[in-house]
């Protein structure tokens, strides 16, 4: 499914259109929607379980967890930077501790990002495929610098991933971090069934 497909997904999901209004109508929506239409397909792991599919769903539903959870203009880009390429370290679809290392070593390449924007996005992909027991270590071993905005953008990747757990039936909502995301449960459902069945 292209991007510009998939911007109107909304219209196969009529049950959510007060959540399709005040997205659409979000200030930052714009960010969501470019980020969409500049997806660097170049760079991302190609599987049935980990396709653009999964990077689809997780923008849109990190874009969401941005806007409930009340992000910044400038933390919402880097949450969905960090959405877009949070897999591009994949080798293949098993369980891998590793891939969100390697995929936070890509992501300067990728993405251009400096200073503590970049150690963010290195922390957050890290912790992404690893136990939340581990993110202050990470941050430390990341230098982030501004721990707090630290969190939040990791919170946001790593709920937003849980999310879409959804296509592998295997979503537990006791691991899910923030308030905004236990909202969107239902919604990653129908997210994941509409796009199955509308997808090229």
């Known amino acids: 499914m292209t991007e510009d497909r998939f911007l109107n997904i909304w219209q196969d999901m009529p049950n959510y259109n007060a959540l399709r209004d005040r997205f659409f109508a979000w200030e930052y929506y714009p960010i969501y929607e470019a980020a969409m239409k500049n997806l660097n397909h170049d760079v991302l792991y190609k599987s049935y379980m980990h396709c653009v599919g999964h ?4 923008m849109l539903l990190g874009a969401l967890l941005c806007m409930l959870e ?3 203009e400038e933390d919402t880009r880097l949450a969905m930077e960090a959405c877009s390429y949070h897999d591009t370290g994949r080798i293949d679809d098993s369980l891998d501790d590793g891939h969100g290392a390697r995929s936070a070593a890509n992501v300067q390449r990728i993405t251009g990002r400096d200073g503590d924007d970049l150690a ?3 922390a957050a992909m890290t912790v992404h495929s690893i136990s939340d027991a581990r ?7 990341c230098a982030v610098e501004d721990i707090v905005r630290g969190n939040r953008i990791t919170s946001i990747l790593k709920d937003a991933d849980g999310l879409d757990r959804v296509r592998i039936w295997d979503l537990d909502t006791k691991y899910l971090r ?4 236990q909202q969107l449960v239902e919604f990653s459902y129908a997210l994941c069934y509409t796009y199955h069945k509308i997808k090229e």
């Not at 993110?135 to 071993?141: C, F, N, S, T």
């Not at 923030?178 to 995301?181: L, P, R, V, Y």
């Open 120 to 122: 963010i996005l290195r």
């Open 178 to 181: 923030t308030d905004s995301a």
């Open 70 to 72: 009340s992000l910044n």
């Open 135 to 141: 993110r202050a270590q990470v941050m430390e071993a």
């Open 55 to 58: 990077i689809h769903r997780l």
